[in-house]
Structures are given as structure tokens and as C-alpha cells.
């Protein structure tokens, strides 16, 4: 019995019964649109599936990838220290990433659902209990 193994790109496994131009995505930097491009210019059917590549595809693939695009580690290191840098320069973007709070939209309401109340229980009455009995 021999088993498929799951294609790996950058390091990353590859879901293999997907289409590969589905599966590029699971790549963390690459959405949908650029994983057709990134099929266009390997010359790859993007309706083959995942298992169904050659070593020679993936390599293809993989060759474009790290030549065009920043992605995994690189991309997440580069969005904190961009994070990290308005936070100590002190912008209003920087304020509100240290309080974990929205950064666009209408933040008065929207946030209620979202950012600040996550993990919090539903708030109370508001009053304290009396610590002692009258």
C-alpha cells in the first residue's frame, strides 16, 4: 500500500484533494488572486489537484513564491515591527493596537462585538454588593 504524501511548499503542508489554486492559499501572504497568478506564470492548470503535482511543479511553484512574495514568518515578522513601530512612535493607530481596541470604522459601537468585548462576560447591573448588612 503505498501512501500520497501531502505536498509541502515553504515548509507548509498542502491540503492534497483541493485544487491547487485553493490550496495555495493555506499559505500564509497569498490569497486567492495571487495564487492564479502565481499558477499563470508556473504555467500550471489551476483545476489540477494538489496530489496530482509533479515534484517539478511544486518546485516551479515554489521558486515563484520565494522570488515574488513575502510569506509565513518573514510576512508575520514584518507586520509586527510595523505593529511594534506606530505603538512606540506613538500614533493614534499605535494607541489603539496596545489597547486592543478597533482601528477603522465606527469604533463607538462596532467594538462592542468585536475587539474589546472578547473573552469579557456580559456586564452586570453596574451596582457593587454592600459589605455589610443595614
Known sequence: MITEIMPRILGINIPDNKKIEYALPY?????LSASTV?????AIDPNKRAKDL?????????????QNY?????LR???SQNVKR???IGTWKGVRHS????????????SRSTRTYRGRKT???????????T
Not at 502565481?38 to 508556473?42: H, T
Not at 513575502?70 to 518573514?74: F, N, P, W
Open 54 to 66: 509533479t515534484a517539478e511543479e511544486i518546485n516551479k511553484i515554489q521558486k515563484i513564491i520565494e
Open 70 to 74: 513575502r510569506v509565513e514568518g518573514d
Open 38 to 42: 502565481i499558477l499563470r506564470s508556473a
Open 77 to 79: 515578522k514584518e507586520i
Open 99 to 110: 489597547r486592543h481596541l478597533p482601528l477603522h470604522g465606527r469604533t463607538k459601537t462596532n
Open 27 to 31: 499559505l500564509y501572504g497569498i490569497g
Open 86 to 88: 506606530l505603538k512606540e
Open 123 to 133: 456586564a452586570g447591573s453596574g451596582r457593587k454588593p454592600t459589605g455589610e448588612k
